[in-house]
């Protein structure tokens, strides 16, 4: 079975850039999460989607920003990158409770 | 505010060696408690979970009490093996609204043979 996917593996960025960050819940789970884990912490929460809605948003500035599609993946944007957002960001899907997460992607910021 | 607090790490056990990574909790209302296992490079991986008080979660050798009376879901397993060397965070989620996992910083666990 395939689990929770994400894409790009790694990114680098420079100051200013956008990038956008993508991912594939497990088949029939409804609700994507998105989590930014900076080395050496805890990853913290910053959206939930279920069937396409906001659910909830953590505490990131408004350069933060997601969406789900109509297929439940979903995209996490961020603009005007920072060198502070370089993290390891993770997506999790899940179906009632339980959250699966996928790999991360890697964004260094430069 | 809701949040996790863990031991810091390293900590650093010979193989066989008993581990506890201690973990505490604020939270309003009943949350549900879990240890996540994350491996060089890799996500995070569901190690154990409890929902309800007095529950004890367990896998792969790894154990853990909800206690609700002191607030804490310390980690623990019997005897270590190499192959256990990751970081350890320690999560709760509170239903409602929104179904977040609030973590911990993490332990990072090193076994030596």
């Known amino acids: 079975d395939a689990g929770v996917t994400q894409s790009p593996t790694h990114l680098i960025k420079t100051r200013g850039q956008h990038v956008t960050l993508r991912c594939s819940p497990i088949?029939?789970?409804?609700?994507v999460s998105w989590y930014q884990q900076v080395l050496g912490q805890g990853p913290q929460f910053i959206f939930q989607?279920?069937?396409?809605?906001?659910?909830g948003r953590g505490n990131f500035p408004d350069r933060f920003s997601a969406r789900q599609f109509p297929n439940y993946s979903s995209e996490l944007n961020v603009n005007a990158l920072l060198l502070g957002d370089s993290a390891l960001y993770l997506c999790?899907?899940?179906?009632?409770?339980?959250?699966?997460f996928g790999p991360g992607t890697r964004l260094t910021v430069l | 505010g809701d949040s996790v607090t863990q031991m810091e790490g390293p900590v650093t056990l010979s193989e066989e060696a008993f581990l506890t990574i201690n973990c505490t909790y604020t939270?309003?209302?009943?949350?549900?408690l879990f240890w996540y296992v994350q491996y060089p490079g890799e996500g995070l991986q569901l190690l154990l979970k409890?929902?309800?008080?007095?529950d004890k979660g367990s896998n792969k050798g790894f154990e853990a009490t909800y206690r609700k009376e002191t607030t804490s879901f310390h980690l623990e397993k019997g005897s270590v093996q190499v192959s256990d060397s990751a970081v350890y965070f320690c999560?709760?989620?509170?239903?409602?609204?929104?179904?977040?996992?609030?973590f911990g910083t993490g332990t990072l666990l090193a076994v030596q043979p």
């Open positions: 999790a899907s899940s179906l009632v409770g339980e959250q699966f």
């Open positions: 989607y279920y069937e396409k809605e906001e659910r």
């Open positions: 409890a929902t309800k008080a007095d």
């Open positions: 999560a709760h989620r509170t239903y409602g609204a929104t179904n977040k996992l609030i």
């Open positions: 088949s029939g789970h409804k609700s």
């Open positions: 939270a309003t209302g009943y949350p549900s």
